[in-house]
């Protein structure tokens, strides 16, 4: 039974930077994981992935937010920088083991989710 906690979310200005974190505990049959995020009246968007330690990332988030599995320590991390008021968003971690998927940003295509942590720019 796979469990995800995320941390690091907070309140941030407009061009600041957070790092987002989520420890995995009973995951040894997922091979990816991923960040969504959901902002009030909006549906739930991928935002970056990893399978097989490739990341793939949403358009709006490239060359500002990195992806990364500490597989030592099973902790995703989701590092952002140049934060803007459009990402302001409730922030999930997801995991997925459906082979073939593994850079899939659609929620269906994941089985187990965290609580999720808040991030609000201004």
């Known amino acids: 039974h796979v469990q995800l906690v995320e941390s690091g979310g907070g309140s941030v200005p407009t061009g600041g930077s957070l790092r987002l974190s989520c420890v995995i505990t009973g995951s040894s049959y997922m091979s990816y994981y991923a960040w969504f995020r959901q902002a009030p009246g909006k549906e739930r968007e991928g935002v970056a992935t990893i399978g097989g330690g490739v990341p793939f990332y949403a358009d709006f988030v490239k060359g500002r937010f990195t992806i990364s599995l500490d597989n030592a320590k099973n902790v995703l991390i989701l590092q952002m920088h140049n934060l803007q008021v459009q990402d302001t968003a409730m922030y999930y971690c997801?995991?997925?083991?459906?082979?073939?998927?593994?850079?899939?940003?659609?929620?269906?295509?994941?089985?187990?989710w965290g609580q999720g942590t808040q991030v609000t720019v201004s």
């Open positions: 997801a995991a997925g083991s459906r082979a073939g998927l593994g850079s899939s940003l659609s929620a269906p295509h994941y089985a187990a």
